[in-house]
C-alpha cells in the first residue's frame, strides 16, 4: 500500500462504502481492500503505539484484526496481534497479552514469518519476566534470539534488553 493511502486512513479520512468485500473507500479518491485496510490500521497502531497513545493504538490494531479475520487474511495478523499483545500487557492485561501472542505467533509459524515468530516469542518472554516467570521469561527470550540470530538480525532486539 502507498503512504498516501496510509497517511489518509492516519488522519481518519476513510469510510465504508457498505461493500461487501469490505472495500474503503478514502476520500472520495482511494479505494482499501480488507487486507489493505486491515495492515493500514495495523501500522496506524504501530505510529500511535509509538507516540504513547496506548487506548488509541489498541482501538486501531483491534479493528485491524476484526477487518483481517473477517475477510479471511490470516497470514496479515501476526504483526496486528503480536503489537496489540504489547500495547495489552502494557495496560496490564497480562493473560488477554499472552492469547493475542500466542495466536501471533502460531499464525507467523503457519505462514513461515520468521521475523514475527521471533517478536513474539522475545516479547512473551518480556511479559512472563514482569509477571515474574524468569525461567519462562529467559526461555521465550531465548527462542526469539535465536530466531533473529538465524535470520541475522540480532540488533532488532537490543534497544529491549
Known amino acids: 500500500m502507498d503512504g498516501l493511502r496510509c497517511a489518509w486512513l492516519v488522519t481518519g479520512r476513510y469510510r465504508t462504502n457498505g ?8 476520500g472520495g479518491v482511494f479505494t482499501f481492500t480488507a487486507d489493505q485496510l486491515g ?9 500511535v503505539f ?3 497513545n496506548y487506548v488509541k493504538a489498541r482501538s486501531a490494531f483491534e479493528e ?19 503489537f496489540c499483545g504489547i500495547v495489552v500487557a502494557l495496560m496490564g492485561e497480562f ?3 499472552h492469547g493475542l501472542m500466542d495466536e501471533g505467533v502460531q499464525l507467523a ?14 516479547d512473551q518472554g ?7 516467570n524468569l525461567k519462562t521469561a529467559y526461555e521465550r527470550m531465548q527462542e526469539g534470539l535465536s ?15
Open 19 to 26: 461493500n461487501p468485500d469490505l472495500c474503503i473507500e478514502v
Open 39 to 47: 495492515r493500514a490500521l495495523t501500522f496506524h497502531g504501530m505510529l
Open 50 to 52: 509509538r507516540e504513547g
Open 64 to 82: 485491524g484484526i476484526d477487518i483481517l479475520r473477517e475477510a479471511g487474511e490470516e497470514e496479515y495478523l501476526p504483526p496486528a496481534l503480536i
Open 95 to 97: 493473560s488477554h497479552a
Open 109 to 122: 509459524r503457519a505462514h513461515n514469518n520468521r521475523w514475527f515468530m521471533a517478536l513474539g516469542q522475545f
Open 126 to 132: 518480556c511479559i512472563a519476566g514482569q509477571e515474574g
Open 147 to 161: 530466531i533473529w540470530r538465524e535470520l541475522k538480525l540480532i540488533h532488532v532486539s537490543l534497544p529491549s534488553l
